[in-house]
Structure formats: C-alpha cells, structure tokens
C-alpha cells in the first residue's frame, strides 16, 4: 500500500469527502495537501510517511477491537431490539438516572424496553471485556407547525433586535423591546417574531457586532439586556448613573463605541445594587440558576473573568490558563470569585428577561411566540472554543466554496467541531448549545443546516478548503430530543450547494426547509410564483443577508456593488435592466388575482405580502424591514467596514407599531389565507 493510498483511507475514515461538486457541476478533488490539513484538524498527526501509517493502523485495530457500534439510534417510546454478540451479557443505564433499567444475556440481540429521548449507555460483556454503546434514543420527528399550534398555516415577523427603536431604549434594542414588539404584532394575529441570534458576543470584545459570530453559543448577549428591568435592585432614575446612557448619542446608526461602554457601567452598578439592596427571594433564585447551570456557566463566567485580565483571544493568555483543565485555572477561578459571579448574574439576568419576552409574546395571542436563530458555530478562539477545546477542530475555519450566494467562496473564521471527538463526548457540546437555544423558543431556525451533513473546512496553512462528512443521523437525532423536550419548531437554513436528497432527509426528520423568494427562479431566471413553494417551510421574501422589498425594487444592492467595484457599469445597467423585470413579476403575483393595475410600491408590497400568505409553505414570515419600508440591508455579504453592517436602527420606534406598520391589513390578508389566530 502507497502512501497515497493509506493518506486516501485515512481521511475517508475520518469522513473527508474526496472531492464535491462545484456551482458550474464540475468535480473539484481534494488535494493529499488538504487532507493531510483536515486530518490535522481531527488530531491525527500525518506529517510524514510513518506517521500516516502509524495513524491508519491505529484507527484499523481500535475498529477490529471492537464488537459492537459505538453508538445506535432507536426511537424513543418503542421497544427495540438491538444486534448483540450472541452470549453476551448486557445491561442498560438511562440517561440522568442511577442503577439499571434492563439486563439480559444475548441470544441474538439485546430487547430493549421503550425508552425516553435521551443517550442511554448499554454496556455490553464478552469473555471478560465490556463495551459500551451510545444508545440514541430520539423522536422520529421535530414537533411540527400543527402540533405546536393546533393550525396548519402560520405567519409572523422577524426583526432585526439591535435595531429595535424605543423612546426607553438609547441605542440598541433590548429585551423589552423585543416583549413590547411581541405583544403589539401578536395582538394582530402573528404566531411568533424572529430576531438574530442573541449569542454570547464577549464581555471585553469590542470590535465584534455581528450576532452571526458569537463568542459562546450556549449563553447569551448581555449587550440585550433592558438595564432598567433588572429585579432585585434599586430604580434606575436616581441612582446618579442613569446619565451614562443619557449622553449616548442616539442616531440612524448604532454608536456600538458609545452604548456599549455605557451599559457596561450601568451593569456593573446594578450587580452592585443587587449585592446591596436585594431581598432574599432574588437572591435564592440567583443561587438555584447558578446551581442548576452548573459547570458549563462556571467554566464561561470564568472565561469572561479571565478575558477581561488577557483579552479575548485565548492563545495570548499565559500558557498554563490556555487548558481549562489546568490547576492554573482552578486557581484563577478563586482569585477571580466575585468576577466570576458577576459573569455568571449577567447570564441570569439576560436569561429571566428573555423568558420574560417569549411568556409575554405567548400572552399576546402568540402560538409560539419567540424565533430564535442559531449561528453555525462560534468565533476561533473566544469563550466557546476555549471551553470545548477538547471537541474544537483545531487550524481550520468554516466556510463555503463559490456558491450563488458568494461566487468568490466564503471564509467565516467561524470554529467547527470534529466529528470522532462529538461522538466521544456525546454530543455535549451541541446538545448544551441546542438546549439553550430552544429553552426560550418556539422556532429555531439552524444557519447553514447544511453544515450536519458536510463542513467545509478552510486550513489555516493556505491549502484548498474541502469537506468533512458529520455525523448527520445523530445530528438530527440531537435536535429532535432538545425540540421534543421544548416543543420548538425547527427551521433547517438550506441554501447553498444541497447535496441530493439532503432535504428529503430534514423534511423526514420533521424539519422545515427555508425558502426565500429572491432566489426562488425557473430555469430561465424569472422569479416564481410563491405558488410553487414547497409546503413543508418557511416563505420570506428576503433575509439579513438580502436587499429588502424597497432596496430590491430600487436596486440599492446594485447601487452598493458598484460603489465597491464588484460590477462595472454594464453589468450594473444589464442588471437594472434584469430588476426592472423582476419588479414587474412580483407586482404580478396580485394582478392574476385582480387585485392592483398600479406600480406603486404600496402596491408591489401588498402584492408580495398576499402571494406570500396564499402560498403551499406552512411558515411565513413578513420582515419588519419591509413593514417599515426600508431601503438599506442590515448586511452585505463580502464586506465589513464598507457598508453598515449590523448597525441600521428602524425608522420606526417600536411605541408606533400598532398604528403605522400597517398590521390589520397584514392580518386581514393572512386571515383570508387561512393563517393566523
């Protein structure tokens, strides 16, 4: 056996696909450069011919060694039989449970009783040696719309939360915003209101804003919180720091530079309020969510302690606080106590306020209430990399090659996990992260859900990207248990390069695909109708990453892939010229009703909103952006500083949603359509 060969087997044993197909259909191989990198990334060392040998051989013995799977997956609430070594003897530990649920000697296999959603632990022995299968217990299905709901079609809202505008709030959007949205847009029939996600971005990192790279994804944005809602403490107005906020300057823009340093102060007096002025109920319940969160929030709140002492890039601490697990660490983590307190009370805060908003926008008429989002992965080297080392591929990034998204490919400096090191920890990274997205929603909606099936890992050594196989059965199986326990709706972001059959296997699963209408095209690249969009997902016109209804009809996209120097003046023409096209197709989704003979954006507006409501797909969701009438996205893909990402604040403050964002008539159209309460 060459090297090249056993290189070949090596990183088809770890899952790296030989090659894909690119966005013309053309076979695009992996080099040996980059499997040797993506082995890297696993933890295998392939340096040189012996090391690769030594590696495969290793992998081929710990495979012959065993008997038995390491992990199966069954339904939950069915009895199951399951293949065993004929004589061995077995029995089976449930998950968060103490002793045995059921034993046996194998005849053929193991007869497994029902059990709950969970990773239960068969140990199974043979001639003195035991083995241990990972039993995935899970619901053949995500909860679906009609469950959840009692009602097979539904809308709502998404909105950008940063951007809320409030007459209470001094630049950036918060939590009671968000309530106070909720109960506004329920009161008119919505069943939820999707915002970004409101992932961790870091205590002492302040160049970051994107919600879409988050320093840990299993806590939350403290930078969300309404300072003036905190319980247990002392009224904001008269406490000498509410003027901190009050000379923010409020503008179209977000000022990060100015609301966040201010908040930070007015935080930081409010923990001091609580420690001072609290009575013994906040207390005691600040204590039971330290306890009940356990080591997970410990080990972040220590990372933020930490971070504020060495900045927020772990591979500049001093090498012995670099390993969570050192003694270093556990030193450090009583030198820092009260810090690491204060960590952890913002996340109690954050959390009680965002629970706050899903049981008020419930309250409201709401059937689910909150849509969260879920980002593909966190930022290298801040809070959720450092507490999930061990998991965490190491010198690669997540990406995308050229698709119709980015035709250049995309380098998100997002971390990823490797798959064999998941399965070792069953799945606890994910699951963590999965159960406190869905802990205060009623939809998630999963980024780039392509990424359970293949990752698109980009080296750090200048090699070409290439993909890695995930583990997506268990994968599915991890989101169907968190969405079983919760009762969360479940939204796979499927656009990009979609292996065949890929949404077959989610819509089994009882996920929702996602449809947007800007790239819903025939062949010859005219929209289509929302009349032909499949029934199981959510319908919107646009997302976050996409021009909105009055930018797409101005073309201010163009407009800003010419000031860039993206596309040249003909193509810019060509493509106005294309625009001009696609604006008189969506004004025609109404005229084959007989609704509209004019050109007005009133009238393409309303058209799109109703095509939108009459369409097959079970989910709709209306931007805010669009309810507004804004014009500008609140990002451009491919730039940073160039355009004014993530920083647009609404023109409309959230007081004056009910009577100007013209919500009846958005009911009254999806009323007629069968949707809504």
Same mark, same amino acid.
């Given at each position: 056996?060459?090297?090249?060969?056993?290189?070949?087997?090596?990183?088809?044993?770890?899952?790296?696909?030989?090659?894909?197909?690119?966005?013309?259909?053309?076979?695009?191989?992996?080099?040996?450069?980059?499997?040797?990198?993506?082995?890297?990334?696993?933890? =295998?060392?392939?340096?040189?011919?012996?090391?690769?040998?030594? $590696?495969?051989?290793? @992998?081929?013995?710990?495979?012959?060694?065993?008997?038995?799977?390491?992990?199966?997956?069954?339904?939950?609430?069915?009895?199951?039989?399951?293949?065993?070594?004929?004589?061995?003897?077995?029995?089976?530990?449930?998950?968060?449970?103490?002793?045995?649920?059921?034993?046996?000697?194998?005849?053929?296999?193991?007869? %497994?009783?029902?059990?709950?959603?969970?990773?239960?632990? !068969?140990?199974?022995?043979?001639?003195?040696?035991?083995?241990?299968?990972?039993?995935?217990?899970?619901?053949?299905?995500?909860?679906?719309?009609?469950?959840?709901?009692?009602?097979?079609?539904?809308?709502?809202?998404? /909105?950008?939360?940063?951007?809320?505008?409030?007459? *209470?709030?001094?630049?950036?959007?918060?939590?009671?915003?968000?309530?106070?949205?909720?109960?506004?847009?329920?009161?008119?029939?919505?069943?939820?209101?999707?915002?970004?996600?409101?992932?961790?971005?870091?205590?002492?990192?302040?160049?970051?804003?994107?919600?879409?790279?988050?320093?840990?994804?299993?806590?939350?944005?403290?930078?969300?919180?309404?300072?003036?809602?905190?319980?247990?403490?002392?009224?904001? *107005?008269?406490?000498?720091?509410?003027?901190?906020?009050?000379?923010?300057?409020?503008?179209?823009? +977000?000022?990060?530079?100015?609301?966040?340093?201010?908040?930070?102060?007015?935080?930081?007096?409010?923990?001091?309020?609580?420690?001072?002025?609290?009575?013994?109920? #906040?207390?005691?319940?600040?204590?039971?969510?330290?306890? #009940?969160?356990?080591?997970?929030? $410990?080990?972040?709140?220590?990372?933020?302690?930490?971070?504020?002492?060495?900045?927020?890039?772990?591979? /500049?601490?001093?090498?012995?606080?670099?390993?969570?697990?050192?003694?270093?660490?556990?030193? /450090?983590?009583?030198?820092?106590?009260?810090?690491?307190?204060?960590?952890?009370?913002?996340?109690?805060?954050?959390?009680?306020?965002?629970?706050?908003?899903?049981?008020?926008?419930?309250?409201?008429?709401?059937?689910?209430?909150?849509?969260?989002?879920?980002?593909?992965?966190?930022?290298?080297? #801040?809070?959720?990399?450092?507490?999930?080392?061990?998991?965490?591929?190491?010198?690669? /990034?997540?990406?995308?090659?050229?698709?119709?998204?980015?035709?250049?490919?995309?380098?998100?400096? %997002?971390?990823?996990?490797?798959?064999?090191?998941?399965?070792?920890? *069953?799945?606890?990274?994910?699951?963590?992260? @999965?159960?406190?997205?869905?802990?205060?929603?009623?939809?998630?909606?999963?980024?780039? =859900? %392509?990424?359970?099936?293949?990752?698109?890992?980009?080296?750090?050594?200048?090699?070409?990207?290439?993909?890695?196989?995930?583990?997506?059965?268990?994968?599915?199986?991890?989101?169907?248990?968190?969405?079983?326990?919760?009762?969360?709706?479940?939204?796979?972001?499927?656009?990009?390069?979609?292996?065949?059959?890929?949404?077959?296997?989610?819509?089994?699963?009882?996920?929702? &695909?996602?449809? =947007?209408?800007?790239?819903?095209?025939?062949?010859?690249?005219?929209?289509?109708?929302? &009349?032909?969009?499949?029934?199981?997902?959510?319908?919107?016109? &646009?997302?976050?990453?996409?021009?909105?209804?009055?930018?797409?009809?101005? &073309?201010?996209?163009?407009?800003?892939?010419?000031?860039?120097?993206?596309?040249?003046?003909?193509? $810019?023409?060509?493509?106005?010229?294309?625009? +001009?096209?696609?604006?008189?197709?969506? @004004?025609?989704?109404?005229?084959?009703?007989? @609704?509209?003979?004019?050109?007005?954006?009133?009238? +393409?507006?309303?058209?799109?909103?109703?095509?939108?409501?009459?369409?097959? $797909?079970?989910?709709?969701?209306?931007?805010?952006?669009? !309810?507004?009438?804004? *014009?500008?996205?609140?990002?451009?893909?491919?730039?940073?500083?160039?355009?004014?990402?993530?920083?647009?604040?609404?023109?409309?403050?959230?007081?004056?949603?009910?009577?100007?964002?013209?919500?009846?008539?958005?009911?009254?159209?999806?009323?007629?359509?069968?949707?809504?309460?």
């Amino acid at each position: 056996m060459t090297t090249d060969e056993r290189l070949d087997a090596l990183a088809e044993a770890y899952g790296i696909l030989p090659n894909f197909r690119d966005l013309s259909r053309t076979t695009q191989p992996t080099s040996p450069e980059t499997k040797r990198a993506l082995l890297r990334a696993n933890g =295998v060392g392939v340096d040189n011919e012996a090391m690769i040998a030594e $590696a495969l051989a290793v @992998l081929r013995a710990e495979r012959a060694a065993r008997l038995h799977p390491e992990e199966l997956i069954v339904d939950s609430g069915t009895a199951t039989s399951v293949p065993l070594s004929p004589g061995s003897d077995w029995h089976l530990e449930l998950e968060n449970q103490t002793g045995i649920a059921a034993e046996g000697r194998a005849i053929e296999g193991a007869n %497994l009783p029902a059990l709950q959603s969970g990773i239960h632990t !068969l140990r199974v022995t043979r001639d003195g040696c035991t083995e241990e299968i990972a039993v995935i217990s899970t619901p053949p299905q995500c909860p679906s719309v009609e469950e959840a709901t009692g009602r097979q079609r539904i809308w709502g809202v998404t /909105a950008a939360l940063y951007g809320l505008r409030s007459s *209470r709030n001094q630049g950036v959007g918060d939590f009671e915003d968000l309530a106070s949205a909720a109960e506004i847009i329920g009161q008119h029939g919505a069943d939820f209101i999707g915002i970004n996600p409101v992932h961790n971005i870091g205590w002492n990192d302040t160049d970051t804003i994107s919600p879409y790279s988050p320093s840990h994804r299993g806590f939350l944005n403290t930078s969300h919180i309404a300072v003036d809602q905190i319980p247990g403490t002392q009224k904001l *107005r008269g406490t000498g720091v509410a003027s901190k906020l009050e000379n923010v300057t409020v503008s179209e823009a +977000i000022r990060y530079d100015e609301v966040v340093p201010a908040q930070k102060s007015l935080l930081e007096q409010r923990y001091r309020d609580f420690q001072v002025t609290s009575d013994s109920a #906040a207390r005691s319940a600040f204590d039971d969510f330290c306890s #009940a969160s356990g080591s997970a929030l $410990a080990k972040f709140a220590l990372y933020e302690a930490l971070s504020e002492q060495y900045g927020p890039d772990w591979r /500049a601490w001093p090498a012995p606080l670099q390993d969570p697990g050192s003694n270093d660490v556990d030193a /450090a983590a009583v030198d820092l106590a009260d810090r690491v307190l204060f960590h952890k009370w913002l996340q109690w805060i954050a959390g009680g306020q965002l629970s706050d908003a899903q049981n008020r926008a419930r309250e409201s008429g709401m059937a689910l209430g909150l849509y969260l989002d879920l980002a593909v992965g966190p930022r290298r080297w #801040a809070a959720e990399t450092w507490c999930e080392q061990g998991a965490v591929a190491q010198g690669v /990034a997540l990406g995308a090659p050229p698709d119709h998204l980015s035709p250049d490919g995309q380098n998100w400096q %997002l971390a990823g996990y490797a798959p064999r090191e998941l399965i070792k920890q *069953r799945y606890g990274p994910i699951r963590r992260v @999965l159960a406190t997205a869905m802990r205060n929603s009623g939809v998630l909606r999963i980024d780039h =859900v %392509l990424g359970m099936n293949r990752s698109y890992w980009i080296p750090d050594d200048g090699s070409p990207g290439g993909y890695i196989r995930q583990p997506l059965e268990a994968l599915l199986a991890m989101v169907a248990i968190e969405a079983e326990r919760s009762g969360t709706v479940v939204i796979g972001e499927d656009l990009g390069l979609v292996p065949d059959d890929f949404r077959e296997t989610l819509a089994t699963r009882g996920l929702y &695909g996602y449809s =947007v209408l800007q790239y819903e095209r025939n062949r010859k690249g005219t929209l289509r109708s929302p &009349g032909a969009i499949r029934p199981k997902s959510l319908v919107c016109f &646009g997302t976050h990453d996409t021009p909105t209804l009055r930018g797409f009809c101005e &073309g201010s996209d163009i407009d800003w892939w010419q000031k860039l120097g993206w596309i040249g003046n003909r193509e $810019a023409e060509r493509t106005r010229a294309r625009r +001009i096209s696609d604006r008189e197709a969506l @004004l025609n989704f109404s005229r084959r009703d007989g @609704l509209s003979d004019g050109e007005s954006f009133s009238e +393409i507006k309303q058209s799109v909103h109703r095509a939108l409501a009459k369409s097959p $797909a079970e989910i709709v969701s209306i931007q805010l952006d669009d !309810l507004c009438e804004e *014009r500008e996205a609140q990002n451009l893909p491919g730039t940073i500083n160039a355009h004014p990402n993530w920083r647009r604040r609404y023109s409309l403050p959230v007081e004056r949603f009910d009577d100007e964002l013209g919500l009846c008539e958005i009911r009254r159209s999806m009323k007629e359509c069968g949707r809504g309460s």
